[in-house]
């Protein structure tokens, strides 16, 4: 999305001048006191009481958003946290923030916090509390990557309702692209404390047990008395709960339970900005995937359209091995990838390469159905492909382990490629799985890239790099799904942050 045309969907205050970057946020009827979510009846029907929700919590998850990884977790952060801005349906909403603008060059961004914004112990958030906050998170090895464009030692408080933030390289995509997916703010910067302006407070619980939480009393409410979040990883257990009336809302569910959920539940799917990519790493790392051959025999040798009509349902489309299909901005050049059997097979006997292991697990379904199908499509090629299925509830434990392996299934949140771009490659990618474009050269474009100001001579930027992506990467992404959840009347519409239920504090 452009930049005009994210401040046109905040539909607010906020207008390109010549000043810089502006974005305003109205404040609520009540003086705004608790972010963006008084009254709001966020995924709820608003006539209280409690909602069950089950998702897949990683086991040794925290509510910390620095460091969580499984989108049960993030149910309870967005519950406890309200940040700067957020992404609601992958559009930036602000939560916190009044007002952000930016100099010129747009290096320098000034945020206004919302006058009277109190977390849960009854505290006034201040700049303090909300600079601290992007520090800490800043100096996660996962999460930072958001944040990397951040100059923690040049940025400073103004006030006590206004942060001056320095950036350390212009950025004029820095509210949606940086700030949307990462700016919890948590009291003094600290997250083990579990204050936070969200709407509930933690009761009780873990990522074994589940989190229960109950209403903040600082805050206005979003129309539920309690929310339980519960790990259930298998999602044909979650599509059975919510079918038997043990949850009111399970997330992620397989293509079967759109039809085998029936009332009083009912099937939610989710639209581009609510879907989520599926495919493979080919680790750009290590062998045999450092040779670009290599990966670029096994990119041929997948049949693409075979494994979305056979594994994925209605609304699947076939991918290009980039993120952000289906969202504005998408490039428009990138080549579809051409099933070629014989040219694979030619460049991996060339190489050498005639067996590999693929590391798989059913994160979100379908993944261990492809990898299945792939055994096949492999052999036709003369390679044979052994399978290492793993938990899925432990998969994302140890991530750094996993970027030690040569082949693996994964799936991406679907997200703007611009967005996307600059944590899924260079060196400061927190997500770059596949080691692709882990050098200085690589990294002076993405910045060069991110701060160009004019919307299409970004976007031809974008689409350049994109390219180089889908054809010399390690990032297979042969599908898209649109996410389906099982909801009910007592959990009403729920929105979706980056792919999660979100039951946070929204705007009215």
């Known amino acids: 999305m452009d930049r005009r045309g994210f401040l046109r969907l905040i539909a607010v205050t906020g207008a390109v001048t010549g000043a810089g970057l502006t974005l305003g946020a109205c404040a609520t009827e009540d003086g705004g006191g608790h972010g963006a979510g008084a009254g709001s009846g966020s995924g709820s029907n608003g006539e209280g009481g409690t909602v069950r929700v089950a998702a897949m919590v990683s086991p040794g998850d925290t509510l910390d958003p620095a460091a969580a990884t499984s989108p049960g977790t993030w149910v309870g952060i967005f519950s406890l946290y309200d940040s700067l801005v957020v992404l609601l349906d992958n559009e930036p909403v602000p939560q916190l ?5 930016s100099n010129d060059e747009a290096d320098v961004w000034t945020v206004r916090l919302r006058p009277d914004a109190t977390f849960s112990d009854g505290s006034p958030v201040t700049a303090d509390d909300a ?6 998170t800043s100096a996660s090895p996962m999460a930072g990557s958001f944040l990397a464009p951040l100059d923690a030692d040049a940025s400073r408080t103004v006030d006590e309702r206004t ?4 950036l350390s390289a212009p950025r004029a995509d820095f509210v949606e692209a940086v700030l ?15 204050v936070g302006s969200g709407p509930f407070i933690l009761e009780s619980g873990s990522a074994e047990d589940g989190w229960v939480f109950s209403p903040n009393p600082h805050h206005p409410g979003v129309g539920i008395d309690r929310l339980e979040v519960r790990s259930i990883p298998d999602p044909d257990a979650r599509a059975r709960a919510v079918v038997s009336g043990d949850v009111d809302y399970a997330n992620d569910l397989p293509v079967t339970a759109a039809r085998t959920v029936t009332d009083p539940a009912r099937i939610a799917e989710g639209g581009p900005a609510d879907s989520k990519a599926l ?7 290590v062998a045999p995937f450092d040779d670009e051959n ?13 494994l979305v009509g056979t594994v994925l349902g209605h609304g699947a489309v076939v991918g290009e091995d980039v993120l952000g299909k289906g969202i504005s901005g998408y490039p428009g050049d990138l080549s579809e990838v051409t099933r070629n059997v014989a040219r694979a097979r030619t460049l991996l006997e060339d190489a050498g390469v005639d067996e590999l292991t693929l590391v798989t697990s059913d994160v979100v379904p379908g993944l261990n159905d492809a990898a299945e199908l792939l055994v096949t ?29 040569p082949l693996f299934s994964i799936y991406w949140v679907n997200r703007s490629t611009a967005t996307a771009l600059p944590f899924t490659t260079g060196t400061a990618g927190g997500f770059n799985l596949d080691g692709f474009g882990a050098d200085a050269r ?3 474009r993405l910045a060069d890239a991110a701060a160009i100001t004019d919307d299409a001579e970004r976007q031809a930027a974008v689409s350049e790099l994109a390219v180089e992506v889908s054809e010399r990467g390690g990032q297979l992404i042969w599908g898209y799904q649109p996410f389906l959840s099982g909801t009910t009347d007592a959990a009403g519409d729920v929105p979706s942050s980056q792919s999660a239920p979100f039951f946070g504090s929204r705007p009215d």
């Open 97 to 101: 923030a009044e007002s952000i603008t």
């Open 131 to 136: 600079l601290a906050s992007l520090v800490y």
């Open 163 to 166: 942060l001056e933030l320095h």
């Open 180 to 194: 949307a997916p990462q700016s919890a703010v948590f009291k003094g910067g600290d997250p083990q404390t579990g």
């Open 279 to 285: 495919g493979l790493i080919l680790n750009t790392r």
């Open 294 to 306: 290599v990966r670029t025999a096994f990119k041929l040798l997948v049949d693409r359209e075979s």
């Open 377 to 405: 499509q492999a052999r036709e090629a003369g390679l044979t492909l052994t399978l290492d299925r793993r938990d899925p509830a432990a998969y994302f434990a140890d991530i750094p382990g996993l970027m030690e392996l």
């Open 442 to 444: 690589w990294d002076r």
